[in-house]
T-cell receptor, first 110, second 111 residues
């Protein structure tokens, strides 16, 4: 596609439920990132995939967070047992030299 | 680890130039970026500079890179009210494509 696509664009979930966020990167981009942006704050790195290498998970805030990517295609970020503090915009980016971002998924945990 | 610092806020008058500054710690960065985020919107790649360049100009935008001081700046000429947004500086870490962002500078353009 023309850009990085994320779905859903908005998600409201009840505390304790699991959520899955999807990112479709730009075709051919080897690197993929997930970031989180809480209201009024900067970007917080979560996880980074580069080709077939082991992902850098150093930014995941707890073991409730996990992400997968198959090859150089779609990635999913899963948050288990969501908490109110997980409410944020989750941004995905893909890169093959320059990073391009999706529009993000706004997650609200009520 | 890598650290990227930006001032939090900048206010300018319409028509003036804006200069947003950024400092970073990783000297091996290959690409350095400026992103713009308007209220309620995603991040928009504004411009970027390769680490072997000192300056890049793109219409009203000028990026200056001082590698010795690890200082990056974004100059917006003839700033317009539509330029009001948060501007994020980002650098790749260890040339690995892993991006580290500053906390963003909120630019307010006064009429």
């Amino acid at each position: 596609g023309a850009g990085v696509s994320q779905s859903p664009s908005n998600k409201v979930t009840e505390k304790g439920k699991d959520v899955e966020l999807r990112c479709d990167p730009i075709s051919g981009h080897t690197a993929l990132y997930w970031y989180r942006q809480r209201l009024g704050q900067g970007l917080e790195f979560l996880i980074y995939f580069q080709g077939n290498s082991a992902p850098d998970k150093s930014g995941l805030p707890s073991d409730r967070f996990s992400a997968e990517r198959t090859g150089e295609s779609v990635s999913t970020l899963t948050i288990q047992r969501t908490q109110q503090e997980d409410s944020a915009v989750y941004l995905c980016a893909s890169s093959s030299g320059r990073a391009f971002f999706g529009q993000g998924t706004r997650l609200t945990v009520v | 680890g890598e650290d990227v610092e930006q001032s939090l806020f900048l206010s300018v008058r319409e028509g003036d130039s804006s200069v947003i500054n950024c400092t970073y710690t990783d000297s091996s960065s290959t690409y350095l970026y400026w992103y713009k985020q308007e209220p309620g919107a995603g991040l928009q790649l504004l411009t970027y500079i390769f680490s072997n360049m000192d300056m890049k100009q793109d219409q009203r935008l000028t990026v200056l890179l001082n590698k010795k001081d690890k200082h990056l700046s974004l100059r917006i000429a003839d700033t317009q009210t539509g330029d009001s947004a948060i501007y994020f500086c980002a650098v790749d870490m260890d040339s690995s494509y892993k991006l580290i962002f500053g906390s963003g500078t909120r630019l307010l353009v006064r009429p």
